[in-house]
């Protein structure tokens, strides 16, 4: 599954004065009426003692060569004066979240590993703009991980490096606290980022992988135990595809619109008999998919007719029908005919309909389900409170430490496009408090 983090210093705008005059003689007066002109002996140079150029000392743009050190003279948080296009995208990880504005990466909350994208380990409840990037074309977020696509089609990532996520080729690293390019990426048209690994979609439907790949889920037959690969290597026998989703398995759809998953698959994951999924198997009775996502131990997936099918655990009724065990093979989520994409969770599901609204079901332990109620399971499918005319939905199904995620979306609006909501404990909602939320607020901090 997956989702942001700082920043540019602007220059100093010296005005022009202009001076009125009714003469050069300083010692005449203006008589009631007489007409002001602007004096043309001012000045054109500005006074010496305002510069008008950046300290060679702080840097406007940052090198991804840049050692890891907090530089105290670059501030992390951004003021950007100048008019950005509307927010395009939105990520959530575990404990933070990136938004996409007009090429440049935003985010805010947890900074534990640098997730945030600035020179800096402190957390920040309001947006801080990743250092140094402004070709942005895709952002992604997951547990202390951030990365961003760019228009070239190239990759750069940031925080935590424990697993190789990185992909730059050391196992195990320092975190990165600015972008770093992933060496060998080239033609990337999609990203996401999984429980310690990160996989890339290419022109051609080919998909590449690196990472952690103790659960298999890096799709190469290898795998298990400690094993990790710090740079990326493609998954073999996959091809045609046209979406990826990532947690602790991997599942994608083709463009025939069947479903392949992989990885884990300890409580039926994959849908598959094979425990565990070495390499990508084809989810049975699952067939025009559009969308996939996965979460703890479940997948789920979107079909053309507005179905949505959901396959694994169930014993806290994320697969949107009453509590049980497991279910294989995927069976339809009772009443839904009109779903477009999901965001999927740790526990439960999010399911954006036609219509622009949102629902949800599965457990709400910190008020993910957004209906205005805090603590609450819903095997069935619950209406978020307030929210219409959605056009993106994202959310991310957290490690097993993290209990409780938060989910954010995107109103098809000028004025208020990006609304969060659950989980709150870094500010990553967005909204410049620390306060779990049961319904959508505005991130209204968003520059």
Known sequence: MGAMRGGSVGLWAVPLLAVAACST???????????????????DVVDAAM???????????????????VDAAMPDVVDAPEPLAPVSAVAAGTLHTCALRGGRVFCWGDNTAGQLGVPTLTRSITPVEVAGIRDAAEVAADGNVSCARHLDGTISCWGQSISGQLGTGVPVGRDRVLPTRVPGIRDATALVLGSGYTCVLFLGG???????????????????????????????????????????????????????????????ETASATAPTRTPEEVP???????????????????????????GDNRLGQLGDRPRNLRMPPEPVPGITDASRLAVGWTNTCA?????????????????LGNGTLEQTSPTPVAVTGLDN????????????VLANHRCALRRSDTDRLWCWGYNSDGQLGDGTMTDRAAPVRASAVP
């Not at 003689?25 to 000045?43: I, K, L, R």
């Not at 067939?287 to 996965?294: P, R, T």
């Open 25 to 43: 003689n300083a010692t005449h007066s203006c008589p009631d009426g007489a007409a002001v002109d602007v004096a043309v002996s001012a000045p």
């Open 51 to 69: 510069p008008d150029v950046v300290d060679a000392a702080t840097p406007d743009v940052v090198d991804a060569a840049m050692p890891d050190v």
């Open 206 to 268: 080919t998909v590449s992988c690196w990472g952690s790949n103790r659960n298999h889920q890096l799709g190469d037959g290898m795998g298990g135990g400690e094993t990790e690969r710090a740079t990326a290597a493609p998954v073999p026998g996959l091809n045609r595809v046209v979406q990826l989703a990532a947690g602790q398995f991997s599942c994608a759809v083709r463009e025939d619109g069947k479903v392949l998953c992989w990885g884990l698959n300890f409580v039926g």
């Open 285 to 311: 009775g699952v067939s025009n998919a559009v969308n996939v996502g996965v979460g703890s131990g479940f997948g789920c997936a979107v079909v053309q007719s507005g179905q949505v099918y959901c396959w």
């Open 352 to 368: 954006l309909r036609r219509n622009g609204t949102v629902i949800c079901w599965g457990q709400g332990a910190r008020g993910e």
């Open 390 to 401: 959605v056009v993106q939905l994202s959310g991310f199904a957290p490690v097993s430490n």
